[in-house]
């Protein structure tokens, strides 16, 4: 038997979860995604050529890896097709849950009109349709992976769906599709994905049985969970560690290592509460350097400082074991350092995170910057006051720093 180790964003999603994963996932004999969709996305250089993976889970770039898109993720037959152009052989590697649900092409339809018509209010969500698929899925009229081996049917129950809501489609001002060009585009889904439908509950069962190494590769982060992130402003999905279990069909005992990664500062893409966000020189340096523009979207991530309050939080709701600390050179020449120790409310201050994180106003502590951790492969190799920084994120997270990645280089990782 086996367990399952876990990969889980700590902040607001792009902490980097890319470069760990890809390291780990030359170790794993399975990968596996448990939710969220084509919102996701990084960038991998193997051998100078570029992957742009969403819904792919990284162990692609294994060979000996079996990759597992469970039940929990919505999946966008276009996007997923797309992806799998860039590999040659694919049958055998991959599989996708049968109970996964589809994110149509009108699903972001439904998605930018909402966006459209909220204004001011819109969550600046990716426009590729999550919040409806995962709605039509908890409102118990989505449709699951398995139905597209069926594309006459399927289409018959899509327009069926539409007739039901044909007001709705009308106010968001969403076309009916045409019958022939939906049952065309179906068989054209089936024809492509249909052998890769498969029971992955049962695979993964089986794996753990045959004490195979399994790794849960997280998308999006923490904050941005539907129950434990800022509400309304947040993705659709569980993103929390106990959402890989609803998401693949484990049990919480089939757990393993949980590693929660997060920046060595804050970003966020999207709109919403951002206690720690800074709008100065800082903040846009960190942009500038850290590259902090969406791999999904192109949109430019907003920037700030280290957040130990929330971190300490998401650190608990995934049981992380360790931390990843990412992007450490980033912060590279600041004279000082801020983290974010506390927040005041209304006047009060508080050491947790509140169900409502609009008007916090965060509390510092300085920390005195360093010159450069480019390179750094050892802990022992770091600067004095890096080596400081990270001793009270662990003080204050309550979590050891396992990892600290000092570059985007692949070799550029301490283990400690
Ligand atoms: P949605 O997931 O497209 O519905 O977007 C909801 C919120 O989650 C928006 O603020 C998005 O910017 C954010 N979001 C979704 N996926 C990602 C991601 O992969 N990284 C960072 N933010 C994301």
Request: aromatic share 8%.
């Amino acid at each position: 038997m086996s367990k399952a180790d876990v990969i889980v964003g700590i902040q607001w999603g792009d902490e980097g979860k890319g470069k760990i994963v890809d390291k780990l996932a030359q170790e794993y004999d399975m990968v596996c995604r448990s939710q969220g969709g084509h919102n996701a996305g990084h960038t991998i250089w193997v051998d100078g050529k570029r992957y742009a993976l969403h819904l792919i889970p990284s162990g692609i770039l294994n060979p000996k890896a079996i990759n597992i898109i469970g039940n929990g993720v919505v999946l966008n037959p276009d996007s997923i097709i797309k992806e799998m152009e860039q590999f040659d052989n694919l049958e055998g590697r991959i599989f996708i849950s049968d109970k996964a649900h589809l994110n149509l092409p009108y699903h972001s339809l439904i998605d930018m009109a909402r966006e459209r018509l909220k204004g001011d209010a819109a969550i600046g969500t990716t426009g590729k349709g999550i919040g409806p698929a995962y709605a039509d899925k908890i409102n118990r009229v989505g449709h699951r992976a398995d139905e597209l081996l069926d594309p006459k049917t399927l289409s018959k129950n899509i327009l069926n769906y539409f007739a039901q809501n044909k007001v709705i489609f009308e106010a968001l001002e969403v076309e009916v599709p045409n019958e022939a060009e939906l049952l065309e585009q179906l068989e054209y889904y089936n024809q492509k994905l249909g052998k890769f439908i498969a029971n992955t509950t049962n695979m993964v069962w089986e794996a753990i049985e045959d004490g195979k190494k399994i790794l849960l590769e997280g998308a999006q982060g923490t904050m941005l969970d539907i129950d434990h992130g800022t509400y309304p402003y947040v993705t659709s999905s569980a993103t929390v560690s106990a959402g890989a279990c609803t998401g693949l069909g484990i049990s919480p005992k089939d757990i393993g290592v949980v590693t929660g990664i997060v920046k060595a500062y804050t970003t966020r893409v999207g709109n919403g509460p951002f206690p720690t966000e800074d709008f100065t020189e800082a903040g846009e340096t960190m942009a500038d350097v850290g590259k902090e523009v969406g791999t999904t979207t192109g949109r430019g991530r907003r920037c700030g400082w280290f957040d130990a309050v929330a971190v300490r939080y998401a650190s608990r709701l995934n049981g992380c074991d360790q931390l990843s600390l990412m992007k450490l050179d980033v912060l590279d020449g600041f004279e000082t350092i801020k983290i974010c120790v506390a927040y005041e409310v209304d006047g009060k201050v508080i050491d947790y995170v509140p169900s409502n994180m609009e008007n916090i106003k965060p509390i510092y502590e300085d920390i005195a910057g360093w010159d450069s951790v480019v390179g750094c492969r050892e802990f022992d190799q770091l600067p004095q006051t890096a080596k400081q920084y990270i001793q009270r994120i662990e003080e204050l997270t309550k979590t050891k720093v396992g990892i600290i990645s000092t570059s985007p280089e692949r070799e550029d990782t301490i283990i400690r």
